[in-house]
């Protein structure tokens, strides 16, 4: 199962305190905008998104269709698809991919321990 990009989205009380703090581990600012309260660092292959005031905890996020510079790829599992194999597993979905449409769409499952997991395809 090809999940494309990966990320952990952190839930942050302060934008700024935490971009600095990042930034002492060489995480550097590649998208987002901290104005809306989002910034997405990078350092190496590694990411992180910073969110202030958009969800309670912190998430695994999973981007089909995105390498790991947040680029297209050519051939990816589309996250529908993705969403059909893990329901044939018995994974319980928090919120569903929309089966009837093409393009951008996300769904969102809980591990047993209580982390949720973000798939979300932007292509």
């Known amino acids: 199962m090809e999940l494309g990009a990966f990320s952990v989205s952190l839930a942050v009380k302060d934008i700024a305190a935490s971009r600095?703090?990042?930034?002492k581990f060489g995480f550097e600012v590649v998208g987002g905008?901290?104005?809306q309260n989002w910034l997405i660092l990078r350092?190496?292959?590694t990411?992180?998104?910073l969110f202030q005031g958009m969800?309670?905890?912190n998430i695994l996020t999973f981007n089909p269709g995105w390498d790991w510079q947040a680029q297209p790829v050519e051939s990816f599992t589309d996250v529908r698809e993705l969403q059909r194999q893990l329901k044939?597993?018995?994974v319980?979905?928090?919120n569903e991919a929309d089966e009837d449409t093409t393009g951008p769409e996300s769904f969102v499952v809980v591990d047993p321990d209580g982390n949720p997991i973000l798939v979300d395809q932007h292509v």
């Open 43 to 45: 350092n190496g292959t």
């Open 55 to 57: 969800f309670e905890q």
């Open 33 to 35: 905008d901290a104005a």
């Open 47 to 49: 990411t992180i998104g």
């Open 92 to 94: 319980e979905l928090v």
């Open 88 to 90: 044939a597993q018995g």
């Open 20 to 23: 600095d703090f990042y930034a």
